[in-house]
């Protein structure tokens, strides 16, 4: 499994104000697919990424 999957905590990064990063958006890969933008897209830029979000949707339906 991935990583991502089984982290307790995700951290997304982005630009800071003025310069350098600071962190956008915390939570689990569950709740940062389904709440937040920036992750969604940065899912999307990466084909190994969006892989794992179809493995991720699909584990959520099995588990229903």
């Known amino acids: 499994p991935s ?3 089984l982290a307790d ?3 997304v990064l982005g630009p800071a104000p ?3 990063t600071t962190v956008v958006a915390e939570g689990t890969h569950h709740e940062l697919l ?3 933008a920036v992750y969604r ?5 990466s084909s ?3 892989e794992l979000a179809d493995l991720s949707e ?3 339906e099995v588990v229903r």
Not at 41 to 45: E, V
């Open 48 to 50: 190994d990424l969006a």
């Open 41 to 45: 897209d940065l899912l999307s830029q």
């Open 58 to 60: 699909l584990a959520e």
């Open 34 to 36: 389904e709440h937040n």
């Open 9 to 11: 905590r995700v951290a």
């Open 18 to 20: 003025g310069g350098g």
């Open 3 to 5: 990583t991502v999957l």
